[in-house]
């Protein structure tokens, strides 16, 4: 009477022992992954026109809690600007031109909505995060423009190797498509240390032919990048 009982138990608690193994045998060790977009330049510049231009990177990230998740970031960001592309006529009559290629490093924080562990309980197809950061770009290899002048080379490799401190601020909607594969959307918005991204600012004046030129106060320069990307998690079976 009693095998007859156990017997039966005995069924119903083999899927629950299978899958607590199945779970022992997950190591999650984070995600990696890529994202393509465009990014464009606000500064002294080309006032009123959208400098669209595409970028590139990568990332590395890592679950510090189920909702939190530290990241490494690289990104190829060009920036330039043109004022004969202005609606604006003074801006259009000044004539200035620059194009820069920037190499991003930077770590993240990102804040998830909703769980972001892929093995969480408490699964959702669309997760929406924030995030906060810090990081410096670095300017290699292109670096011109229309109007500045420098009377020792040795001046503008200085200029140009500067690096610039960035604080990225950005807003997301993930996609989990399944355990191991992501598709996200995101908006980053970055603050600079530098006024002269665009090699026009700090007050100082360009003098040329069309006349002399003082860049006006309003700020450090800043950039905006969109991007669509995809991303895949590390998970190793033992």
């Known amino acids: 009477m009693i095998k007859k009982r156990i017997i039966p138990i005995l069924f119903l608690m083999l899927p629950c022992f299978a899958f607590a193994q199945n779970l022992s045998l997950l190591d999650y060790r984070g995600e990696w992954g ?15 026109v959208n400098n669209f231009r595409p970028n590139f990177g990568i990332f590395y990230r ?3 809690l189920p909702n939190l998740t530290l990241s490494m970031n690289y990104e190829y960001i060009p920036l330039g600007a043109n004022d004969t592309l202005s609606n ?20 993240g924080i990102e804040y998830f909505f909703y769980e972001n562990h892929p ?3 408490h699964k959702v197809n669309f997760n929406p995060y924030v995030g906060i950061g810090m990081g410096y770009i670095l300017n290699v290899p292109k670096d011109e423009n229309n109007f500045k002048t420098y009377f020792y080379p040795y001046v503008q490799v200085i200029d140009q190797f500067i690096p610039i401190a960035t604080i990225p601020i950005h807003v997301g909607l993930q996609y989990n498509y399944n355990q191991n594969l992501r598709f996200f959307g995101e908006i980053d918005y970055r603050f600079t240390s530098s006024d002269v991204i665009d090699h026009f600012g ?7 032919l069309h006349g002399n030129f003082t860049p006006a106060n309003n700020g450090n320069d800043r950039f905006v990048s969109f991007k669509l990307g995809v991303s895949k998690l590390i998970v190793y079976r033992y």
């Open 34 to 48: 890529g994202h393509i977009g465009s990014t464009s330049y606000f500064g002294q510049l080309g006032s009123g």
């Open 62 to 64: 890592k679950n510090l």
């Open 202 to 208: 700090n007050e100082e004046v360009e003098k040329t």
């Open 119 to 121: 093995y969480s309980f």
């Open 88 to 107: 604006n006529y003074e801006t259009f009559q000044r004539g200035f031109e620059f194009f820069r290629t920037f190499h991003e490093i930077s770590f």
